[in-house]
């Protein structure tokens, strides 16, 4: 199993750890949890396609069964260090070998745009489903947040602040410095960019119903005199995309 996330495990660790990052801890943990209602699932149940250093299992209830996969052994040796749970090293974009297909949460936080073929890791979580079962994926926004592809700009006449997208149908390959401004220790890890279409498509085909949507902002606020125009572009253009399915 190769992945380029495995070069830049200990980094990502180090960064994100078992709290998460500032938009896990402000924004993506808190609106997910509240979303799982897990107090008000009977027999639930959490498997973490693309856990990562385990962000998800530090953040559920005690005694929550909860099985996390990652492609990366580096990774998963950091969630295993970070949180006290299962964990398994395989590509979520070949058979799993789970013998259980009754998970009641089955999610993906911020893993699926790190895949070539994500839609072959949606449909093995969809096959470990419980009948009931809820689907959770979790996206940079596919619509702003396209790497190389989207950036702010300023509009210096009417003050305000916005948001440029040069390309966004077109399915890319986008190579990621994970150490800018580092060149001699430079590692690349590479994002896959599908537009918002593809995944609604993905989940159709599954015989998935797409029952919820939201798209979560930044809680940061600014200062200064540009503190108004950047605040308003803030709360105008998501971060991130959650999109909730079940079975038709």
């Known amino acids: 199993m190769e992945t380029s996330w495995e070069q830049v495990a200990s980094w990502y660790d180090r960064i994100v750890g078992s709290a998460g990052h500032y938009f896990h801890e402000t924004v993506i943990i808190p609106n ?3 979303l799982f209602a897990l107090d008000k699932t009977p027999k639930a149940k959490v498997l973490d396609l693309g856990c990562g250093s385990g962000v998800l299992l530090s953040n559920l209830p005690k005694n929550t069964p909860y099985l996390g996969i990652d492609i990366s052994p580096e990774m998963v040796r950091h969630a295993k260090k970070n949180s006290k749970g299962s964990f398994l090293v395989q590509d979520l974009t070949e058979p799993l070998s789970l013998p259980d297909t009754d998970y009641t949460h089955v999610v993906s936080i911020l893993a699926l745009q790190n895949m070539e073929h994500p839609e072959v890791a949606i449909a093995n979580g969809v096959k470990h489903l419980a009948k009931d079962g809820t689907l959770f994926l979790i996206l940079n926004h596919p619509y702003f947040r396209i790497p190389r592809q989207s950036s702010w700009g300023v509009d210096q006449d009417r003050k305000i602040q916005y948001r440029r997208i040069d390309r966004y149908l077109s399915p890319l390959a986008i190579p990621i410095d994970m150490h800018p401004g580092k060149e001699a220790n430079q590692k690349t890890t590479l994002s896959y960019h599908f537009p918002l279409s593809y995944y609604i498509n993905t ?32 709360s105008e253009f998501p971060l991130f995309l959650l999109l909730m399915a079940k079975r038709f």
């Open 32 to 34: 997910l949890l509240k």
């Open 203 to 234: 989940l159709g085909t599954l015989g998935m119903g797409i029952t919820h949507m939201e798209e979560w902002t930044s809680k940061k606020v600014s200062t200064g005199k540009f503190a108004k125009m950047e605040d308003r572009a803030r």
